[in-house]
């Protein structure tokens, strides 16, 4: 089943059996989504239920919130994280803290989706990865969807929830032949164990997943080790139980990410296992990240400022050897 | 149970609140959100909730009474059966119903976003450990500590690495109940030291008792060679195959070892019959104008199948400088491959008369036995697919004409 497939499924899933949820954003109507993910809901479902949106991001988020506050439950598509700073304040101010603001009397049963990371020379401006400053945010919810099997069952749940998710995509996933599996009594919050391992806990999350498991097997044979990969799925909240098990177990912790490294999301999750399994740790956590700079244009200098499957290889060999691997 | 409702803070400067009316008598069934009472402040008039369902037990303050902030003003009887009942506030304001009321949505399970897992509950009422000192990671000063190693002494004296990690402080851990030798073996055997009990020094015979005790087995992992070599053996085993058996009459040359002699004479038969020459690829023979001979040559445990290039050309002297070098060196890939023939020689080990596996894709390969009294028994394996039983047999007799005379050498 392709990615993109596997939101769509779930979006018409839903829709089809809650008449309360609908869809807006730019172009997600008669042209089908910029990634082909609505393709066909306009025609099922009509412009009532499938809206096309003005080029307002912040009016997007603002009038989703408000079909929430009057009891729809609506998906707003951002066409890239990137353009998702416009909405910033609805998405903060308002989507986040109703729940508090309100005491818990009024929640806001809304979906965010938007898709972000480096894809192929999108530039600067289209290339970022926004997870640190959502998953910074109390009151949302943060998932980021790897593959076909979490982008379902995590939409799902998410247009499901009653507080606001943030669901994150990445641009160079929608159109890749994933795997799909049934999944029963399904945990959005849960991390999945990719791989099981004995003496490195790699944790890694959206398209970093495929570029971590290539580099595995030379990671595995130059080392002579066995690896542990973690693919987080939900980033607010964090799934440190799974997390902690791993890590007492492997005693050593690498985390691979897209985005830049100063204030990334890992730095998070690197200072959680530092306050809580330090006396776990039998070498020096690493991370490995983007560079922090913004994302170039020309093609080798993309792929230099963010980590590939080569990279990540030797850094974690590199790291391996001089920390008692 | 009793819920106490208070008079609340109304404002930063309210120290007390006038109680101005009250909504419910006592008696009445509450629910959680319901007006009870309105109370005066230093500005304004406020209504005051029960943030509990309950039955109204007792009114402590009258309408007028004016008491000081958080002073308990009613008390609600949570336990109170008040399903069936249904309540008698008619007072409530309209608004108040409207902004309580909830979206229209199927209540569904949502997780607090801020909910602390109960694994870091855990871990966060665990005090620290105890930790040894030293250059060390967390996780082998912890070790260290529990096993009561004194990483900065060891250190200081060479005996640990720096910084040292987990492995290091478990090994050194067991340097102390077991003697250098008798680690070898643990570690040889894949033994447990936890099958031992830590509370004496273990020697090596303590060791090779358990071993011999418990019947376990050495464990020996097979070399890189060996699995080549099985491969090649396991290929040729699907070959058919047949033999012939012959005695050669062979001279022996001053100064020059057997094997050359071997080398020299199958290269010069090898030259008259093209099929000698031959591999064989799909259903087309690649015919080598030269006579390439792979020779099997034993170091230690381990066997290779070198190959003499352009045999035929070779003097006898230069194949002997080849093959005396085979011992010292070690072998290109280049050196392995490309034969059509092969030779083995055992006859130095005293062995008479035995049969060789043919190697990769060679013809055949030819086993010499021991020389006795210038005779020297052969048994020559073929391949049935590339040349049948006349054609080997024309060149098994040509190359009997040969190791007899000497005009090539």
Redesign the interface.
């Known amino acids: 089943m392709l990615y993109r497939e596997a939101l769509n499924r779930a979006i018409d899933e839903m829709m089809a059996s809650d008449e309360s949820i609908v869809i807006l954003g730019e172009d997600v109507g008669r042209y089908g989504g910029s990634y082909r993910v609505s393709e066909g809901l306009f025609a099922k479902y009509g412009p009532k239920r499938v809206i096309d949106t003005p080029i307002a991001e912040l009016s997007i988020v603002g009038n989703a919130i408000g079909m929430a506050i009057a009891g729809l439950r609506p998906i707003a598509e951002i066409m890239t994280v990137n353009f998702s700073l416009l909405a910033m304040d609805q998405i903060v101010n308002h989507a986040a803290k109703f729940r508090y603001m309100s005491g818990g009397k009024m929640t806001i049963p809304l979906t965010i989706r938007m898709p972000g990371g480096v894809s192929r020379q999108l530039a600067a401006q289209h290339s970022e990865s926004y997870e640190t400053l959502y998953a910074a945010i109390p009151g949302l919810i943060v998932l980021a969807a790897s593959n076909a099997t979490y982008a379902y069952y995590g939409l799902k749940t998410a247009i499901a929830l009653n507080d606001p998710v943030i669901f994150l995509e990445h641009e160079l996933l929608y159109p890749m032949e994933m795997d799909f599996k049934e999944v029963k009594n399904f945990d959005p919050f849960k991390a999945e164990i990719v791989k099981e391992g004995k003496d490195l806990t790699i944790i890694t999350y959206l398209k970093m997943r495929y570029d971590v498991l290539e580099a595995v097997p030379k990671i595995e044979e130059e080392l002579g080790i066995s690896v542990e990969m973690i693919d987080l799925n939900s980033l607010r909240p964090l799934d440190m139980q799974t997390i902690a098990a791993s890590v007492q177990k492997t005693k050593r912790v690498v985390l691979v990410e897209e985005d830049h490294k100063t204030g990334g999301y890992g730095a998070e999750v690197i200072a959680k296992i530092s306050e809580e399994l330090f006396y776990s740790l039998d070498a020096p956590p690493l991370r490995i990240a983007g560079e922090d700079v913004p994302i170039p244009y020309n093609r080798s200098l993309e792929l230099a400022s963010i980590p590939t499957p080569d990279k990540i290889g030797q850094r974690i060999i590199q790291w391996g050897r001089k920390n008692g691997l | 149970m009793d819920y106490k409702i208070i008079m609340p803070v109304l404002s930063d400067t309210m120290d007390k609140g006038k109680l101005v009316r009250w909504r419910v008598h006592e008696g009445d069934v509450v629910h959680k959100g319901d007006v009870i009472a309105e109370v005066e402040s230093d500005k304004a008039i406020m209504e005051v909730q029960s943030f509990k369902d309950g039955v109204v037990k007792k009114l402590l303050v009258k309408e007028g009474e004016e008491v000081p902030v958080k002073a308990p003003i009613a008390i609600i009887d949570t336990e109170a059966k008040t399903a069936q009942t249904e309540t008698k506030i008619t007072q409530q304001p309209k608004e108040q119903s409207a902004?309580?009321e909830?979206?229209?949505?199927?209540p569904?399970e949502?997780?607090?976003?801020?909910?602390v897992?109960?694994?870091?509950e855990e871990?966060?009422k665990t005090p620290?450990?105890k930790?040894a000192e030293g250059d060390a990671?967390?996780?082998?000063?912890?070790r260290a500590a529990e096993l009561g190693i004194d990483i900065k002494s060891l250190q200081a004296e060479g005996k640990l690495p720096k910084?040292a990690?987990?492995?290091?402080i478990e090994t050194e851990a067991l340097r102390r109940y077991f003697t250098p030798k008798a680690l070898e073996l643990l570690q040889e055997y894949r033994i447990d030291p936890k099958e031992f009990n830590l509370d004496h020094k273990i020697g090596v015979e303590e060791v090779e008792n358990y071993i011999k005790e418990h019947d376990i087995p050495k464990i020996v992992a097979l070399s890189a060679n060996r699995i080549a070599v099985m491969k090649n053996v396991q290929n040729a085993a699907t070959k058919p195959v047949y033999f012939i058996f012959e005695e050669f009459d062979i001279k022996e040359y001053e100064g020059i070892k057997l094997t050359s002699v071997l080398i020299k004479k199958l290269a010069t038969a090898m030259q008259k019959h093209p099929l000698m020459r031959a591999k064989l690829e799909g259903t087309t023979l690649k015919i080598s104008p030269h006579s390439n001979i792979s020779v099997a040559v034993a170091k230690g445990d381990e066997l290779y199948m070198v190959v003499c290039k352009r045999a035929e050309e070779k003097s006898l002297q230069e194949i002997d400088t080849w093959v005396r070098g085979l011992k010292e060196r070690t072998f290109t890939a280049d050196e392995l491959t490309g034969s059509t023939f092969g030779i083995s020689n055992l006859g130095m080990f005293g062995v008479q008369r035995f049969s060789a596996m043919i190697n990769q894709s060679d013809v055949g390969i030819a086993a010499f036995g021991a020389l006795n009294e210038g005779k020297i028994s052969v048994t020559f394996t073929f391949d049935h697919r590339i040349l049948n039983g006349v054609d080997a047999a024309l060149f098994v007799r040509d190359a009997k004409e040969i190791f007899k005379g000497d005009e090539d050498v």
Request: aromatic share 0%; no cysteine.
């Open positions: 902004s309580t909830k979206p229209k949505t199927a569904k949502s997780t607090p976003a801020a909910a897992p109960p694994v870091i871990l966060l620290a450990p930790l990671t967390p996780a082998a000063k912890k910084p990690h987990l492995r290091d």
